[in-house]
């Protein structure tokens, strides 16, 4: 069973070593000589990492200390790097990782959700380096056509309504063009959004991105609101029938059959928004399916359908923030939104859209993109053609190797295994998603659900890292682990990856029983 539900890994293997002679470079040999690590340095303690057929290349760069000097020196401050010995990565394989003393480590964050076929794969690399042999750049002036091939291909992916896009460079990019357009085409000027949403750090998406921590104290988001954030684990309703996910909540409801409180009681909260902190017409709303920093917070069934209709009603268009929900990842739908039963006005990506590759789309309505037509539109690098190369192959990888079912059958696997160790660990108070988009919400116990201390976040985060697995970490207090790997991860990586977890919950709970003695 779990051969049949793993990536063929014979079949990427041999991709790897036909990579430069699939390409046609004469840098075959360049790369064929570079040495090699000869055994990977192992960990000492911990569960037993899975094999792993690739052997990295030995680090020839600068001295690790030489690197932290140059990253205080010439690197913003206010781009901080993760653990108390930053990890300086070398090379990427699929799921995997390897630091520049040959160290492997399993992904289970993909680059911030944005690594979903697997790292450099070779069928996107192979499409990338064809493209720089070929053509990098032109301008949007002139046709080219890996732009075209890409449109008609992102496109068949969506609704029959969506299909006209619009290629930028990033998340944030694409979220200021939605907003954009939606005041262009409603003529009408406020938004909304919900707390705890992350849109990005760029001028008009940073007034929707409702997490205090990403604020700057300047004025920046006019016209943008916020309503409560249907979190049935942290908000004031939730119970244990709430979500689209194979894991509830630990919460008690009395809900009938095809009935949700907890969803009414969140539509309340918005329609108190919209009686009292924006005019008659809005321009519109946005939020992603799942929230993504946020902490993979799922709605309560039926939200997302009913908050559609309420902006409609108020003259607004609906946007999905897809960045990163999108292609494939929940696993039982190509598009967050589809889970909801809902059509958004404009769908906005990023992230695994290139696995990697800096880019993102808006995509949307002929109407809407009609407004953007009275005044002039221009983006430089927006659907260069090495980026919409690397976007074909991203789709035909994830559509090849069976990536959105893989998302599905793994990531329902490592929920029903993380759902154990809520059961086992006190600390760990909800587990939820759907496919690989997973968190668990870390608290200082079930029955308060006040969450857990940064100090104590940080331990089990360190102890992770030390024993080979890469961990995000989330959440308006910072209190939820982010598990969303590559799509290609197998069921012996989720055995490893929770393995890791479980032992570091454990050492947890001993340091604590030691410090209250």
Known sequence: MRALLSPARGSLRGLWQGFFAASGSD???????????????????????????FSPEIYESYPYEQVLEIRRKNISPALVTAYKKPVLLHQGY???????????YLDFIAGIVTVGVGHCHPKVTVAAQKQLGRLWHTSNFYLQPKIHEYAEKLTALLPEQLKVIYLTNSGSEANDLALLMARLYTKNFDMIGLRVGYHGGSPYALGLT??????????????????????????????????????????QCNCSPGSCEAKDKYIDQLKETLNTCVPKQVAGFIAEPIQGFGGAIQYPKGFLKEAYQLIREKGGICIADEVQTGFGRTGSHFWGFQGHDVIPDIV???????????????????????????????????????????????????????????????????????????????????????????????????????????????QIWEDCKDMGVLIGKGGLYGQVFRIKPPMCITLEDVDFGVAVIHEALTRHMMRRKVAAR
């Open 210 to 251: 409702a997490v205090g921590g990403f604020k700057h104290g300047l004025a920046s988001g006019l016209g943008c609101h916020t309503t409560m954030c249907p979190d049935v684990f942290r908000g004031p309703w939730g119970g244990k029938h709430c979500r689209d996910s194979p894991v509830q909540t630990i919460r």
């Open 348 to 458: 906005t990506m990023a992230k695994g859209i290139g696995n990697g590759f800096p880019m993102g789309a808006v995509v949307t309505t002929t109407e809407i993109a009609q407004s953007m037509t009275q005044a002039m539109h221009v983006n430089t690098f927006g659907g260069n053609p090495v980026a919409c190369a690397v976007g074909s192959a991203v789709l035909d990888a994830i559509e090849e190797d069976g990536l959105q079912k893989n998302s599905e059958v793994v990531g329902t696997y490592l929920l029903s295994e993380m759902a154990k160790l809520r059961d086992k660990f006190e600390i760990v108070g909800d587990v939820r998603g759907k496919g690989l988009m997973t968190g668990i919400e870390m608290v200082k116990d079930k029955e308060s659900r006040q969450p857990l201390p940064p100090d104590e976040m940080s």
């Open 94 to 104: 699929m799921q995997w990782l390897f630091d520049s003393e040959g160290r492997r």
């Open 27 to 53: 840098t075959f040999h360049v790369f064929g000589a570079r040495r090699h690590f000869k055994e990977e340095k192992a960990y000492t303690d911990g569960p037993k990492m899975p094999p792993c057929d």
